[in-house]
């Protein structure tokens, strides 16, 4: 079985500083990954996503992401926060079929 | 259109009622997803259809939920009798190809309350 864990449920960050956002899977089989945005009374919007290839992805935003399958993780990282990227986020994984997500991290960026 | 269209935005029902939802994916989406998200968690996958076909529905919480896909594109979530644990937003989200690599494009969710 597959499972997604969010380790931050919230994380509070001051503008123009550097944030990481902490996502882990497991899973037995080979997976794609994603990291998914959602502002307030919003559908996710897809912030970046990992196939195959180069295990640095660079997304939307300024958002960057590391998958490493040695740890089973998929953080996201942004040198520089504004306040328009406060939202949830959250990371999603897919073995072909089915995506699980976690339970997202609320992210504020504080003036 | 442009995104995933979701309808209505909004939604008070009375428990007991029955409710629909719909959702318009993608033009050209094979794959569509329902999703529940309860407040403050993550989407839970309920059903998913490819083309008409509902390949998974393991998700549904229980036989009081239905949905259909009939030709391939519109897609309506049933709800019969509601409950007040049935409060959620419901997503829908549509993907071009089938396969875990195609990324998932969602609506704005229907925001169901139950009273």
């Known amino acids: 079985a597959q499972s997604v864990t969010q380790l931050d449920s919230q994380v509070p960050v001051f503008e123009e500083a550097p944030v990481e956002l902490r996502c882990n899977y497991s899973?037995?089989?080979?997976?794609?990954l994603f990291w998914y945005v959602q502002y307030p009374n919003q559908g996710l919007q897809l912030l970046l996503k990992?196939?195959?290839?180069?295990?640095l992805v660079k997304g939307i935003n300024g958002f960057e992401a590391e998958f490493n399958k040695s740890q089973t993780s998929f953080h996201l990282r942004k040198p520089s926060v504004h306040i328009s990227d406060t939202a949830e986020y959250f990371c999603a994984v897919n073995t072909g079929n089915q995506f699980y997500f976690g339970t997202g991290t609320s992210l504020t960026v504080i003036p | 259109g442009a995104g995933v269209s979701q309808s209505p935005r909004y939604k008070v029902a009375k428990r007991g009622q029955d409710v629909a939802l719909r959702c318009d994916p993608i033009s050209g989406h094979v794959s569509l997803f329902w999703y529940q998200q309860a407040l403050g968690q993550g989407p839970e996958f309920l059903t998913y259809?490819?083309?008409?076909?509902?390949?998974?529905k393991s998700g549904l919480p229980s036989d009081r939920f239905f949905a259909e896909r009939p030709e391939g594109s519109v897609s309506t979530l049933k709800i019969q009798r509601t409950q007040q644990e049935d409060s959620a937003v419901y997503l829908c989200?549509?993907?071009?190809?089938?396969?875990?690599?195609?990324?998932?494009?969602f609506g704005n969710g229907t925001r169901l309350t139950v009273t």
């Open positions: 990992y196939l195959s290839g180069s295990t």
């Open positions: 899973s037995s089989v080979s997976v794609y």
């Open positions: 259809f490819q083309n008409e076909a509902q390949l998974d």
């Open positions: 989200a549509s993907s071009y190809e089938t396969g875990g690599y195609s990324p998932l494009h």
